[in-house]
Structures are given as C-alpha cells and as structure tokens.
C-alpha cells in the first residue's frame, strides 16, 4: 500500500512546541471515515490519484488521467479554496486517520437549493469496504443540516457499478440518463443522473439517506 502515512501532531523533543500536523481540521467523522479539511500536504496523494487510468476511467467525462501540471492546478486553485469555504473534504480512514480521499459539492444552483456531488476513494485498496457510502452519507448530512441545501445532484457512468450501488444504498434515485460521445473514437459514454432529496423534518430520522445494512 502507498498511502501516506497519519502524522498527528504531537509534542516535540523535550516538551518543546507541538510539531504541526499536516493532518486537516476534523469537519465530522462516521464510524469507518471521517471529513476534514483538505491541507497543501494531501497535495502529493491527489495528483498520484489524478493520474491514474483506472480511476480516470470511472471519474472523468474526457476519460483520461490529469497530467502532474494539471492536477496540481486543479489542487491549488479548486480544491483547497472550496475546502476552506466548507464544499470540499479530505476522506480520512477513521482507524489511523490515513489520507483516503476527496469529496466536494459544487456547482450550487441557490435557486433550487441544489448542489453536485463528486467523490473519489483514491486509495484503490480501500474499494468496497463501505468508506465511499459513508462518505457520501456524511456530505449528505453536511448538505442538508449545515449549508441547507434542499437536494443533492450527481453524475455516474453506467458502467460505474461500485459507485451506482453506494449512491443507492445512501438513497439517491436515478432521474434521468444520457449518452456523450468520447474522444476521437466518439467513444459512447453512458451517464446516470441521480439525485438525493433532503429528509422531510417532520419524519422520524433519515428517510432519505439509509443507514447500514
Ligand atoms: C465509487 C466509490 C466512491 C465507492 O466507494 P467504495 O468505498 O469503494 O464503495 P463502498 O464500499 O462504500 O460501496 C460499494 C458498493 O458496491 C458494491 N461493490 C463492491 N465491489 C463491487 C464491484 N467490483 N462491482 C460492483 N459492485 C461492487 C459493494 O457491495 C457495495 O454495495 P452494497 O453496499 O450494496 O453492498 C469508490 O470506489 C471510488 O472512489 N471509485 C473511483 C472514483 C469514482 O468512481 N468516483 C465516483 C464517480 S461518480
């Protein structure tokens, strides 16, 4: 595994100041992820998950894997100033706070009280052990509790199964389809349109996110 290690902070030698963490403010935490705020050190880990094909495959329109110059672009100018305005998050693994992925919403529409939703569990070996449903659970709850917002919007290619059955079990409904045509070859991409609306206060719980199980 080539994940970065946890560094938390702690006391220097000697009682001498605590040695800065690198380790982003906790934002809110599950039982096997937590968010936090993204910091400049997950910067290395998010241009290696950026440039991988695999994940470009499931993630992006154009299908292809960011450069190094581009990611981190994308790193410095979107994603740690939409951190610091609370619509972007750190994935940390709960067990030893490790660096596991980025989520964020975007492109909110103030009108309808809507945002898009976009996540990436770029440590490939932490696939399938429930870390993207909680996640998204947790933005979700971010959403609706703390920004307000009235619905969630994604986008998911069809041939995404792992993350068509996440946004399921959290509760997202398909609302829509529709094909882009990729590439020179005109590559035909199918892309899910779901959405998550917020629980109706008056009922019990979370009718709209589902919990484990
Ligand atoms: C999509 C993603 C966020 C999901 O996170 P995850 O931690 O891997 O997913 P979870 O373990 O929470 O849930 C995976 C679900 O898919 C199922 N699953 C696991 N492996 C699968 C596979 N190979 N094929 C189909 N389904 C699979 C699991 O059973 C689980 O469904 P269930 O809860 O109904 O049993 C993550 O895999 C990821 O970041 N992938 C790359 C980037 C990406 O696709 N982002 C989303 C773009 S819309």
Redesign the pocket.
């Known amino acids: 595994m080539n994940r970065p290690p946890s560094l938390d902070a702690h006391p220097g030698p000697d009682g001498a100041a605590p040695v800065p963490s690198p380790v982003g403010e906790l934002v809110r935490a599950g039982r096997r992820v937590a968010l936090r705020r993204h910091v400049p050190a997950n910067r290395a880990a998010f241009q290696r998950w950026y440039a991988d094909p695999?994940?470009a495959r499931?993630?992006r329109h154009d299908q292809e894997p960011l450069t190094s110059i581009q990611s981190r672009g994308y790193f410095d100018t979107i994603i740690l100033p939409l951190s610091a305005r609370g619509l972007c998050w750190a994935i940390h693994e709960v067990a030893d706070d490790g660096l596991v992925?980025t989520t964020a919403l975007t492109d909110i529409v103030a009108e309808s009280g809507s945002a898009l939703f976009?996540?990436?569990?770029?440590e490939?070996d932490?696939?399938?052990?429930?870390?993207?449903?909680?996640?998204?659970r947790l933005v979700a709850d971010e959403a609706f509790s703390r920004l307000s917002l009235r619905q969630i919007r994604?986008?998911?290619?069809r041939h995404?199964?792992?993350?068509?059955?996440?946004?399921?079990?959290v509760g997202f409904r398909v609302v829509g389809e529709h094909t882009e045509l990729v590439g020179r070859q005109r590559f035909e991409l199918h892309v899910v349109e779901m959405t998550l609306d917020r629980p109706d206060p008056s009922s019990d719980g979370h009718p709209g996110v589902p919990s484990d199980g």
């Open positions: 695999e994940i499931l993630l992925g976009r996540i990436v569990i770029g490939k932490r696939w399938g052990r429930g870390f993207g449903t909680e996640a998204t994604l986008e998911v290619f995404n199964e792992r993350a068509l059955a996440a946004y399921r079990r």
